[in-house]
Every structure is written in C-alpha cells, then in structure tokens.
C-alpha cells in the first residue's frame, strides 16, 4: 500500500518532468528551424554587364535597387566590374525573370550563374591590392595561396575550405569603394551589404542586416577565429554597429562607411578592439 501511494505521489512530479524536457526540445528546434530558414543556399543568380569604370557598375546596381532588385557589383579576374542578383530556385525561372528585363530594356545580355559555382578560389598576384591608408598599419606580407588547414584546427576540410575561399573572395573587393542600401549607412547597411554579397558568391544567402546576421551561425571566441567567419562590432550585443570577414592574421576585411574603399584592417585595432562583440561561423 504504501508503494502505491509512493508511485502517486511521484506520478506528477514525473508529470512536470516530461513537459519541461518536451519544452526544451521543442525550443530547440525552433531556433534550429529559425537557424536553416536565415541561412540558406544561394540557387539560381542572373549576372550582367561587363563594366569598366567601377562607378558605371554602381550606378547599373542602384538603378536595379530602385527596381526593388537587390543586386550588388565585384570585380573579376579580368578587371571588369559585374552585378549580379537573385537566388531562384530553378534555372528556368531564372531565364524567364532575365528575358523580362531584357524586354524592359533594363539589362541588354546577361549570364546565369549556377547555385554551386564559387567566383574566386585563390587569390591574385602580390602585389594587386591597393596599399592601405596611413593610419591602418599592416605587416608586409603579401597574400598566400589557399592552403588546406593544420589537422589541429576544428570543423571538417569542406567547411575550412570554404571560409578560406569566402576569405580570398572578400580579399577581392579591397580598394572598390562599396556603396549599399540606399542612405541606410547609419544602421550599417554598407559593411552587412558588402559580406552579404561576399557569401553569395560563395553559394550562401545570410540575413540582410549586421544585427540579424550576429544572431544566425554559429558562435565562435575571438581565439578560435577562422577564415571566412564575420566578426562584429558595437557597443552592445543588442547595437550591432559594425561587421566585416576576418581573413586570418588578425585581419578582417570590411566597408569602413559610405564613400570610402573595403580595406583591410586589424581586429585589435584600437577602435575596433574596443568594440568587438563576437564573432560568427556559418559554413
């Protein structure tokens, strides 16, 4: 009898149990579903032009953005500027959207990237970066082609590998001056436009804003920072100011604020030492 009475009085207590750990997972897959809808695969892009002036390739890509189409430049190998927009899940939806514009007469010839090509792998000759401003002093040494990781590094080859290229493509914009979003630069829509559209044309679609960006990946310590992760910058977790793509070495590249070029900087740099929040993975 008193066994019985034991087991009822447990019974809601056990009761209370399942519902907390049903609570648990249930919030958990929330935030990985919330997780997987932020950060995607890019599909189907359309690629147009061929510019040479960088700021003909500015004023094609607002044009696109008064449209409502979010677009944004880079330069090629071959020195010319492109634009390039659009995550479509199929090529044929891709092509109808293209033939569109090109009926509008708002794009004469265009060019469809497919979801899983990477622009840029290495990076280019020494020498092919602009020299950094004065008051941002960088060692001398010049880029290095991309290596595979030291086995004592975390994460599998495919992931180190790709924030190495995600690193060698945002190396690519130094020295173009990056313009994003409109007169938005006060909520940082340059520097979070210039590494949204660094990991598009690494195959990645990231959230818009540096603030919605610092609450998706995965968190990383400022010891452990790879290439290719995001490392952010404000006063607050909450006032997210600032983002760029760390590039190893201490360094990340970044859009400083409207007019001036994407340059390299140093994450223990005085002012940004003193306003690193956290930093970021997402491949």
Known sequence: MLYSQDRLHFRPILVRIKIIVFCIIGLS????????????????AIQMGAFNDVKNAERFTTKLQSKGIEAFYFRKDNGFYAVRFGDF???????????????????????IAPPNEIVFTKPKEAGWQKAEPPHIKEPANTLQPVTPKEPEQTGSKATQ????????TAERFVGIPYRWG??????????????????????????????????????????SLQDGDLVFFGSAKDKITHVGIYVGGGRFVHAPRRGEEIRITKVNESYFEKRFVGARRYF
């Open 161 to 168: 590998d790709m924030g190495a290229i995600a690193a060698r």
């Open 182 to 223: 409109g007169n938005n630069v006060v909520d940082g829509m340059d520097c979070s436009g210039f590494v949204r559209a660094v990991y598009n044309l690494c195959g990645l679609s990231i959230p818009r804003t540096s603030r919605e960006q610092f609450k998706t990946g995965d968190l990383v310590s400022k010891e």
């Open 89 to 111: 899940p199929s090529k044929e939806k891709a092509v109808s959207i293209a033939r569109r514009l090109v009926a509008e007469q708002l794009i004469n010839s265009y060019y």
């Open 29 to 44: 897959l929330t935030a990985h579903a919330a997780k997987s809808t932020a950060i995607k695969r890019i599909g189907y």
